[in-house]
């Protein structure tokens, strides 16, 4: 949950909706929602003993409120000097953590598909998830898989059956009950998904250190993450250790919180900004520098999302300073020769994208066209898990067909996350009640 945060798009004045239900009416939840609504409509001290009794129960079955410290608010909204206007942005963000939407083509088919396998999963696993958003790429069959920051398993256990038997899927998490959490219901998924052998572990670590529990070098083809590095201080270890445990045409594929500029001290140091994935926010252009600096290819923007803050004394803390939440991936690509521009030719077939494959802000692939791609994307498709779902050739060889023929045009690759996403008011969150949690991505009004 982000109490102070928005990325627009839903009326901030909505709150009658909070007293719907979504999803189990008496989880601890849904009643902490429903009592804040309560609280704030009529301040009677019968329902701030409800409202208290609420989070109580939250705590108790330990829900995860993304950053909010429930039980400072319990105090405020006994004393009765907790503001109407923030108890209804409270209320009105425990709302849209069950009722975000995904609004994307591209992430409703991808929805389409995880959904099938999220069925299978535990609600001990759903209730703990504390993820931010739908950070899953494409190709994934036979793929090893590393999520740093795994939480319950929810995401792990969706890929263990996307990848495959003879896939594999590891989580680290520094939570140790998380871990425990997640290892609970390995044997369940194995049985549900027909499994002989189990194809996904968990580890109880720190991300800046996978050496310590025992990840070894170029063991992995894809690392995920979910708003999990702006948490850690020294990013550059954790980017620095992905590198070494990726196969050569290995890929991060990662969601996480950017500034437009550099963070003064009083934003880095400041305790509400920090649990909002705000106060460890990198500056957007370092991400280039720190990858590049390391060996990856320049970092390829996939979506964004503007963030906005709703309290006036957190507005005056941040000051010019602007924040967006955005997803990149970083290829890790063999040593070879210069690259040069190509024209290359989507096979199809993808699961989940047979017919089109949106690579990130720049290019989408549809089947049997021909685009013609600058010499890092061409490096990229031919050294990845992707190369065998193109026909690529250098430009001035015939390709075997033209259904459509794309130039790549003369305007710059997009690769600002604050340009794309003011680029246009239908870009959207890719969160959704029945993948995410509450943090990054998440449209709150």
Same mark, same amino acid.
């Given at each position: ?9 839903? $009326? ?25 609504? #309560?609280?704030?409509?009529?301040? &009677? ?31 405020? %909204? ?26 994307? #083509? ?13 069925? =299978? ?8 998830? =504390?993820?931010?958003?739908?950070? *899953? ?9 590393? $999520? ?21 899927? &590891? ?5 140790? @009950?998380? %871990?425990?959490? !997640?290892?609970?219901?390995? #044997? ?22 996978? #050496? ?9 083809? /894809? ?13 550059? !270890?954790?980017?620095?250790?992905? =590198?070494? %445990? ?6 991060? =594929? ?12 009083? /934003?880095? &140091? ?22 590049? +600096? *390391? ?39 063999? +040593?070879?020769?210069? !690259?040069?521009?190509?024209? %290359? ?38 050294? @990845? ?6 026909? *690529?050739?250098? /430009? ?28 246009? $008011? ?16 998440? &449209?709150?009004?």
């Amino acid at each position: 949950m982000r109490p102070f945060l928005s990325h627009g798009g839903r $009326d901030a004045t909505s709150l009658p909706s909070a007293l719907m239900p979504f999803g189990p009416s008496d989880s601890p939840l849904s009643r902490l929602r429903r009592s804040l609504v #309560e609280v704030m409509a009529t301040g &009677t001290p019968d329902s701030q003993a409800r409202f208290g009794q609420s989070v109580k129960g939250l705590l108790t079955e330990k829900v995860n409120t993304c950053g909010t410290d429930v039980i400072a608010l319990t105090k405020q %909204v006994l004393k009765g000097s907790r503001s109407s206007e923030l108890l209804g942005q409270a209320a009105r963000n425990m709302v849209l953590q069950e009722d975000a939407i995904l609004h994307s #083509e591209d992430s409703l088919r991808k929805m389409a598909i995880i959904t099938t396998h999220l069925q =299978y999963q535990q609600e001990a696993i759903q209730k703990k998830y =504390y993820g931010c958003g739908l950070v *899953i790429p494409e190709c994934l069959e036979n793929c090893w898989i590393l $999520d740093l920051g795994s939480g319950s398993g929810r995401d792990c256990y969706a890929l263990s059956q996307l990848v495959g038997e003879t896939g594999h899927v &590891t989580g680290i998490d520094m939570t140790e @009950s998380q %871990v425990e959490v !997640a290892k609970k219901y390995i #044997e369940y998924h194995m049985e549900k998904y027909g499994f002989q052998t189990p194809n996904v572990t968990f580890l109880h670590g720190y991300i800046e250190k996978l #050496e310590e529990i025992g990840i070894k070098d170029e063991s992995y083809d /894809i690392v995920i993450s979910n708003c999990v590095i702006n948490l850690v201080p020294d990013k550059q !270890a954790v980017l620095q250790e992905v =590198y070494r %445990v990726l196969k050569h045409g290995g890929e991060l =594929y990662f969601s996480d919180v950017y500034a437009s500029l550099e963070l003064p001290e009083e /934003i880095r &140091t400041h305790k509400i900004l920090w649990g909002e994935c705000l106060g460890g926010a990198l500056y957007w252009k370092d991400l280039a520098v720190l990858a590049q +600096k *390391i060996g990856f290819c320049p970092p390829r923007l996939v979506t964004a999302n503007l963030i906005t803050v709703q309290n006036k004394e957190l507005e005056r803390v941040i000051g010019d300073c602007r924040f967006v939440s955005a997803t990149f991936r970083l290829f890790k690509l063999p +040593k070879t020769g210069p !690259a040069e521009r190509c024209q %290359v030719i989507y096979n199809g077939g993808i699961t989940g994208h047979e017919k089109e494959l949106i690579f990130d802000a720049n290019f989408t692939f549809k089947e049997g066209e021909i685009i013609e791609v600058d010499k890092e994307t061409a490096a990229i498709l031919k050294n @990845s898990r992707f190369a065998k779902d193109f026909l *690529i050739r250098p /430009i001035g060889e015939t390709l075997p067909t033209c259904s459509g023929c794309s130039a790549l045009e003369s305007k710059g690759i997009i690769t600002d996350p604050f340009m794309l996403a003011g680029q246009s $008011d239908s870009m959207k969150s890719r969160c959704s009640p029945d993948v995410a949690g509450g943090c990054c991505g998440i &449209t709150y009004s």
